[in-house]
C-alpha cells in the first residue's frame, strides 16, 4: 500500500476532508433535483378533492299535501309512451349516476360502491328478483345493504315509468307482468289509492314563523315578569313567586309549556319538583305552607 493511502486511513479526517468536495457534489446536486421538480412533489403529495354534494342547500317549494295521481292494471301492462319518456327522464336524473348511461353499472357514482350496482343487462343475481313486483319493492323500500336508496318519494306513476323504460332499454329477457304480480303490487302498496305526498315549506320560511313564534312568547312572559316586579309585595302571590325562583323567565317558560300543573297545587309540586334543576325554581317552594302554596297557585294560574 502506498504511503499516501496510509495516511488517509491512518488519519480519518485526512479521509473526510478528501471527500468532502465529492460529498457536496452530490447534495448540490440532489438539491437542485428538487428545485426543479418542486412543482410535481407538491402535486403528488395532495390528495385529490372531490366535490362534496351533501354542501349543496337546496330550498324546497311551498306545497300543499296531497295525494298523488294513482295507477291501475293497465297502466302496469301497457304502459304509454308518454309515461316510458318520463321514465326516461327520471332515469337520466336520479340512477344513471351510478347504474351508468345505459344501465351497465358503470356509472361514475358508483365506482366506489361494494357491491357495485346493478347492471340491468344481467338476468341473473338480483337481490330482490327482477320481475315488476320485485322492482317495485327495490323503489319503495331500497336495499340498504347494498346502497340502494328508497324512491318511495317519487309518485307511483313516475316509478311505473321509470321501472318500465328500464325493462324496455335495458333488460334482456324481462320477466312478463302477470296478473299475479299486479295483485301482489295493490295488496301490498294499494297503488290504486294513490301515493300522498307531505307538504313542503322552504327552511327559511319554516325559520322565520318559529322565530316570529318564538319572539311572540318571549314578549309575553317579559311584560308578566314586568308586571309581577311592579307588584312586588304589594300582591301576596307575585310575593312569593319572586321568594321561591332564582329566574323568573325559565320558570314562567316552563310552566307555560305545560299544563299539568293546573290541576292544583299538588300538581303545581309534582311539576316543580320532576325538574327543579332546571326549571327556575328553588327547593324553598317545597317549604311553603298550605296556604301560602294555594295562593301561589291561583296567582301563577291566572297570570298564565
Known sequence: MSDQKKSIFDNPLAFLAASYPYMLIVLLGIGIYYVRNLGQVNENSLPA??????????????????ILKAVDAEMIKKPSDELIAKGKEIYSTNCASCHGADGKGDGVAGAALNPKPRNFHQEKGWTNGNDIFNMWKTLQEGITANGMAAYDVLPADQRLGLIHYIRNNFMTNPPAVTDANIKQMEDKYQLTKGTFKPGTIPVKGAVAIITKDNSASI????????????????????ALFLSVVHDKKLALSALSKNQEWKDGSDALLKFVK???EFNGFKYKLFSLSEDELD????FLKSSL
Open 49 to 66: 378533492r372531490m366535490f362534496d354534494s351533501t354542501t349543496i342547500v337546496a330550498e324546497l317549494p311551498v306545497a300543499d299535501a296531497a
Open 219 to 238: 314578549k309575553k312572559l317579559d311584560e308578566l315578569i314586568k308586571t309581577i316586579d311592579a307588584k312586588g309585595k304589594k300582591d301576596p302571590g307575585a
Open 274 to 276: 320532576k325538574n327543579i
Open 295 to 298: 295562593n301561589l297557585f291561583s
